[in-house]
């Protein structure tokens, strides 16, 4: 009876196309790492100027209520391309900042980016006080 | 390709061991070159946003009337240079801070900067 030994594979190389792999998939996460950081940079600035809108906005909300919104629309100037929702009453502004992204790998996973804000005032005293 | 060597009786062998370590050695210092670099872009972005988030808080600070506190101050990253802007009604604050990156005999330096603005508040003093 004839014994047949296995014949035995050249294995050598097979490390180096697993890592060379492995370095092409880290290579490629790089600019997407770049825009995740880009995003989240975007949105703390987005954050920053509602915040610093909407407390612009508030300083008018004793003496000239109806014109809140409008100075806190002006104030808005980092963001040419944002668009703004405003809702001011007599004691309390809120708005909404909403940015469009135009970077190519993210609009399609976050299309805008929204941030809220708001500021009041202390109710302010009645009129007419305890008899 | 198998080496050839020399066993314990001197007989002349095929090893065909040893090949996994030294191409791991060899592709190793790419992998670690992309993961520094992944790590230092994570560390310039963490920077970045505390940056954009003090200069938040510094315009803030400012706006209504106050003086940039000392605790403000040391929670900026070391050697950030504030910059404050009054324009009419509105402040701006401005913060630089350099960021070294790179080996420690191959650093280079980067420049970040953050702006923030805020609606100066009207002061009422007070008489009596």
Redesign the interface.
Known sequence: MQKTTPQKANDSGQVTILLLVLALVLLSALPIVGSIGQLLVTQQRLNAAADASALAGALELEFNQPQACDVARNFQVNFPSSTMSCEASNSRIRLVLTLPITNAPMKYLFPNLVATASAGIAQPAPEHGID | ??SVGLDVGKHLIQR?HG??VA??A???P??LF??A??LT??G??AT??QL??S??MG??II?RGDPLPDSYRNSLPLGTQILSIPNGE?VEVILTTSQKIGLPYLSYSLTLTA?????L??VFEEFG
């Open positions: 390709m198998p065909t090949y996994a191409e791991f060899i592709v190793l790419a992998i992309i993961v670099i992944t872009l994570m310039i972005t970045q946003i954009e988030s200069a938040a315009a803030r706006g509105v702006k923030a603005s805020a609606r508040e009207p």
